[in-house]
């Protein structure tokens, strides 16, 4: 099992000089982002669809070892009628994300703050969500907004059918730390700008103990729960820095790469 850390995209002017050198070519911002992160989360793919081709070149111009994390298309998840978006999860990831091969990584189902849990429909949701994709196994993310999915219901629907939720560190939405697939998909958003870093030492000396901890198949003490621990397995974790001071998120990511 692996601990992959990264950023969300690699497009963004205030890296220029600050996370990319000066005068480095935008075409090859991929190319240098991916040697410094071992993963990244595309954000793209939420507001339009791409062509094969794309996820091809995306594909060649990392490492090996690299992943991709997708968020998935805006018209899957904000809709008033969850049970309703077979068609647009069908043309998502049949856009041709298979081109990126096992640099794939999970497909990341993001929900506006407003949406509120309704078991009916969400977990009818989740039944449309594919397990592959033209025999590449897929992987899900879900990430939730509003208080009301903080509870074992919720939770417990996402266990059974092995989805999982994710862990974002928010400053403005609740956040839900169990445990309910086979990977972790952890989410930082509150990088501050008076921090070099995004972070203190203290607090990337902390994340980086709940990565290894989530590895090993554990749970971080000092996060709160709403049920009981699943079984013990070893997992891969995604870890992303996101919004906040966006400026620093390069820099926290390489501090948490250095740390694990």
Same mark, same amino acid.
């Given at each position: 099992m692996t601990i992959r850390i990264g950023i969300g995209g690699w497009t963004y002017e205030p890296w220029r000089g600050t996370f990319y050198? /000066?005068?480095?070519?935008q075409k090859r911002e991929l190319e240098y982002a991916a040697g410094k992160l071992t993963a990244i989360e595309v954000n793209g793919t939420y507001y339009s669809g791409f062509k094969p081709a794309t996820f091809a070149s995306w594909r060649d111009q990392v490492p090996d070892d690299f992943m991709f994390a997708l968020k998935a298309s805006r018209y899957c998840t904000n809709r008033k009628v969850l049970a309703e978006a077979g068609a647009s999860i069908e043309r998502f990831v049949g856009q041709g994300i298979v081109e990126l091969g096992d640099k794939l990584g999970p497909i990341l189902w993001?929900? =506006?703050?407003?949406?509120?849990?309704?078991?009916?429909?969400?977990?009818?949701?989740l039944k449309l969500l594919p397990a592959k994709q033209d025999g590449i196994a897929l992987r899900h993310a879900v990430q939730v907004r509003h208080e009301s999915f903080a509870?074992?219901?919720?939770?417990? =629907?996402c266990r059974a059918a092995g989805v999982v939720i994710v862990y974002a560190q928010?400053?403005?939405?609740?956040?839900i730390a169990d445990v309910t697939?086979?990977?972790v998909y952890a989410r930082l958003e509150t990088a501050t700008e008076d921090e070099p870093l995004g972070y203190s030492?203290?607090?990337? /000396?902390?994340w980086a103990t709940a990565a290894e901890t989530w590895q090993a198949g554990g749970r971080p003490d000092d996060l709160h729960y709403i049920s009981e621990a699943p079984a013990r397995i070893e997992r891969d974790v995604f870890h992303f820095f996101i919004a906040g001071a966006k400026v620093r998120n390069p820099a926290a990511a390489q501090a948490l790469i250095d740390r694990v």
């Open positions: 050198p /000066d005068k480095w070519p993001q929900f =506006m703050a407003t949406k509120k849990f309704d078991a009916a429909d969400f977990g009818a949701f509870v074992p219901e919720f939770v417990a =629907m928010s400053n403005d939405y609740p956040a697939g086979d990977f030492t203290a607090e990337l /000396d902390r």
